[in-house]
């Protein structure tokens, strides 16, 4: 029986066009070990990885006349030189280089002939570091059987490990009269399905993962009980272009934590987390960023984020993590950086006041490298929600807080892709990694051109709130 995708993965295939590519990715980026790394070792590496992610291997095929949904085929030329890139920037190397070559290889959309995933090995930082790019399509990732490429290449251990031995052969693809006697069997056999998969979409949310999973009932109950009114007017929404630009922002670990205590310290009354404190200078960010556009921000002025949150509740298996989504009105018209915070945190306690959320050991405690698979089903949660219900995605994972390694190079920076929305001109994704924080801004090139202005405003914003605490 052919390997079928869900209506929730076909439908980020269905939805993408020209302006707006579904895929999401991440910036990595290492010192390399005394002897260097070269292109060869990313390519072994990445072979050895794959071969415990089929689908890796494979690429879409559509059903003749689309009588059902697509299926998923071994990619019978398959060539990890095609997906696996290199490329180098010129000198100096500098950060603003590398965020214009992420925000032009992310406008391009992948070939849809082709197992829906690359890799760029990108040379020429400077101090002799090299980045890893990853672009991996949201049909692809869907927590179970693929997770999200930049979570395959990195682990605890230093070392190049044993090569795996490439015994794979693709299984012969299925003709097209195969694929459609498969697809009348399917209806034949189970006929609800047909009336299913025209709403699985909607209530198929729990596919996002074994590990990281989210209901359809919680769904539902957050936009009762968060999204009774269309989002606030923003100029976050508007018409957007095929292209991107892309802004990294690093800061310390130490710094929210810093903010979190204090402010806890003084209300012992309130709950604050370190994720309140990112959102908190965010909402600070974007109330600077929106006064220099001249825009006028009044006293209840709002921006209105969707977090993905993980959570569980008590009778939930502790062994399963689910992703929800919180509706969060960013106070971008509160003037004082300490009213901000204590703002965000009662609108975040308010919002998993039903549920328990995951601290940041149990999140970086999953297997592998998490937090580039979670960024990605949290899009994911995103895409399939209704922009009209908030002005842009805001995910933030907690990660490891120890070093992590591709092979022997030190993995000192993890920067997250996240893919704007039709009407959506920022998507913000943050990693924190080894005691920092790391911020990557996706935004429309033509509708945000002063996104790097929103990236200074963020760090002033925190540096505010570190200042009062």
């Keep these: 029986m052919a390997d079928r995708l869900t209506s929730l993965d076909a439908s980020f295939l269905y939805l993408e066009d020209a302006t707006?590519?579904?895929?999401?990715?991440?910036?990595?980026?290492?010192?390399?070990?005394?002897?260097?790394?070269?292109?060869?070792?990313?390519?072994?590496?990445?072979?050895?990885?794959?071969?415990?992610?089929?689908?890796?291997?494979?690429?879409?095929?559509?059903?003749?006349?689309?009588?059902?949904?697509?299926?998923?085929?071994?990619?019978?030329?398959?060539?990890?030189?095609?997906?696996?890139?290199?490329?180098?920037l010129p000198k100096p190397g500098n950060t603003a280089q590398l965020e214009e070559f992420v925000g032009r290889i992310q406008s391009r959309a992948l070939d849809r002939d082709r197992p829906l995933w690359e890799l760029y090995l990108v040379e020429g930082l400077e101090r002799g570091r090299f980045a890893?790019?990853?672009?991996?399509?949201?049909?692809?990732?869907?927590?179970?059987?693929?997770?999200?490429?930049?979570?395959?290449?990195?682990?605890?251990?230093?070392?190049?490990?044993?090569?795996?031995?490439?015994?794979?052969?693709?299984?012969?693809?299925?003709?097209?009269?195969?694929?459609?006697?498969?697809?009348?069997?399917?209806?034949?056999?189970?006929?609800?399905?047909?009336?299913?998969?025209?709403?699985?979409?909607?209530?198929?949310?729990?596919?996002?993962?074994?590990?990281?999973?989210?209901t359809a009932t919680d769904l539902l109950g957050v936009l009762a009980r968060s999204t009774a009114l269309r989002a606030p007017s923003s100029p976050l929404n508007a018409q957007v272009s095929g292209y991107r630009r892309y802004v990294m922002l690093e800061s310390k670990l130490a710094d929210y934590q810093k903010v979190r205590t204090r402010i806890t310290a003084d209300s012992s009354n309130e709950h604050v987390t370190v994720h309140d404190v990112v959102l908190a200078a965010v909402a600070g960010g974007l109330r600077a960023w929106l006064m220099s556009r001249g825009q006028a921000v009044d006293s209840g002025a709002t921006i209105r984020a969707m977090v993905p949150v993980s959570t569980h509740s008590v009778d939930d298996d502790p062994d399963q993590d689910q992703v929800t989504a919180c509706f969060i009105d960013l106070p971008v018209g509160e003037p004082n950086a300490r009213m901000r915070l204590h703002?965000?945190?009662?609108?975040?306690?308010?919002?998993?006041?039903?549920?328990?959320?995951?601290?940041?050991?149990?999140?970086?405690?999953?297997?592998?490298?998490?937090?580039?698979?979670?960024?990605?089903?949290?899009?994911?949660?995103g895409g399939v929600m209704s922009r009209r219900m908030f002005n842009l995605v805001i995910t933030n994972v907690p990660g490891p807080q120890h070093e992590l390694y591709?092979?022997?190079?030190?993995?000192?920076?993890?920067?997250?892709?996240?893919?704007?929305?039709?009407?959506?001109?920022?998507?913000?994704?943050?990693?924190?990694?080894?005691?920092?924080?790391?911020?990557?801004?996706?935004?429309?090139?033509?509708?945000?051109?002063?996104?790097?202005?929103?990236?200074?405003?963020?760090?002033?914003?925190?540096a505010e709130l570190v200042s009062e605490s």
């Design 343 to 381: 703002q965000v945190a009662y609108a975040m306690q308010q919002q998993v006041d039903s549920r328990t959320a995951v601290g940041a050991r149990s999140l970086s405690g999953l297997s592998g490298f998490a937090p580039p698979t979670l960024h990605s089903l949290g899009a994911r949660l």
């Design 20 to 88: 707006t590519p579904m895929h999401v990715g991440s910036v990595m980026v290492f010192d390399p070990p005394a002897e260097g790394f070269e292109y060869d070792n990313i390519i072994d590496l990445v072979s050895n990885r794959i071969a415990y992610v089929p689908r890796y291997r494979q690429r879409v095929r559509h059903t003749p006349g689309r009588i059902s949904n697509p299926v998923w085929v071994d990619d019978q030329d398959f060539d990890i030189t095609y997906h696996v890139r290199r490329s180098a």
């Design 406 to 462: 591709a092979a022997d190079a030190e993995m000192i920076g993890s920067y997250p892709v996240i893919p704007i929305a039709k009407g959506q001109a920022l998507a913000i994704g943050l990693t924190s990694y080894n005691g920092k924080v790391f911020f990557g801004l996706t935004a429309d090139r033509d509708s945000m051109p002063d996104v790097e202005m929103l990236g200074q405003c963020v760090e002033e914003a925190l």
């Design 132 to 214: 890893i790019v990853t672009k991996t399509h949201q049909a692809l990732v869907d927590g179970v059987n693929a997770i999200d490429i930049g979570q395959v290449i990195v682990d605890s251990d230093a070392g190049r490990e044993d090569q795996i031995p490439h015994t794979w052969r693709a299984r012969p693809e299925p003709s097209a009269i195969e694929l459609v006697a498969d697809s009348i069997f399917s209806m034949l056999r189970s006929p609800g399905r047909v009336i299913r998969e025209g709403v699985e979409v909607l209530t198929d949310v729990h596919t996002l993962g074994r590990r990281v999973a989210g």
